[in-house]
């Protein structure tokens, strides 16, 4: 059921990047065409509570990071469990985990101050110096990202959240992605699979 819900909202934001044939934009470019019906439009931001435990998949990438000011104060961990391509898009899965003090995810990853996801993060492609940004479902400004919503998490030590992103992919020869994430920094050569 995960990967139904996973694939109608990876098809939605292809529609909506232009990444489908025929549209034009897509590849991490600024331009998108008009935006999706409302019938094609699916929520792409679920909330999800954070987890005591992180995910048992393989760790391909980590970091550390000091992270927040005054009572948010913590040090947290990402871990990059896939960076997996599949045909004109990239999905990226990694958690977080709170490594001493408390964590705000809440509001740490968006594009602004009430932007409750994880939309700002970004891969960076070193060998043609291009970024590419999460995916839309649209091109207004109500259009969301496919990627996790943050609402609500505030981990304490010990505790993880798992999280995703959805993104054009770079061409077939790119085999490497630096990931930049707010609070994290950027992590480097992570590989595509």
Same mark, same amino acid.
């Given at each position: +059921? ?32 008009? !935006? ?20 048992? $998949?393989?760790?391909?990438?980590t970091r550390e990071a000091s992270v927040g000011a005054g009572d948010m104060y913590g040090k947290a961990r990402a871990d990059i469990t896939a960076l997996k ?6 999905? %990226? ?5 709170? @490594? ?8 740490? +990853? ?9 939309? !700002?993060?970004? %891969? ?9 940004? @999460? ?19 505030? %981990? ?16 077939? $020869? ?6 930049? +994430?707010? +609070?994290?920094?950027?992590?480097? $050569?992570?590989?595509?699979?």
């Amino acid at each position: +059921m995960r990967k139904t819900i996973a694939l109608a909202v990876a098809a939605v934001a292809l529609a909506g990047c232009g990444v489908l044939p025929g549209q034009q934009g897509g590849g991490g470019e600024e331009q998108q065409p008009p !935006a999706a019906t409302p019938e094609q439009v699916t929520s792409a931001t679920p909330e999800r509570a954070p987890q005591q435990t992180a995910q048992p $998949d393989s760790v391909i990438a980590t970091r550390e990071a000091s992270v927040g000011a005054g009572d948010m104060y913590g040090k947290a961990r990402a871990d990059i469990t896939a960076l997996k391509r599949q045909g004109k898009t990239l999905t %990226l899965n990694w958690t977080i985990t709170a @490594t001493d003090g408390k964590v705000n995810v809440h509001n740490g +990853m968006g594009t602004a101050p009430l932007d409750f996801t994880v939309s !700002a993060v970004s %891969l960076i492609d070193p060998v043609n110096a291009k970024r590419y940004r @999460t995916a839309r479902n649209g091109t207004g400004e109500d259009a969301e990202c496919v990627c996790s919503g943050t609402q609500g998490q505030f %981990l304490e030590k010990d505790e993880a959240s798992t999280l995703y992103a959805v993104f054009a992919a770079p061409p077939a $020869d790119v085999t490497k992605l630096n990931i930049e +994430m707010p +609070m994290i920094g950027v992590i480097t $050569d992570v590989p595509i699979s």
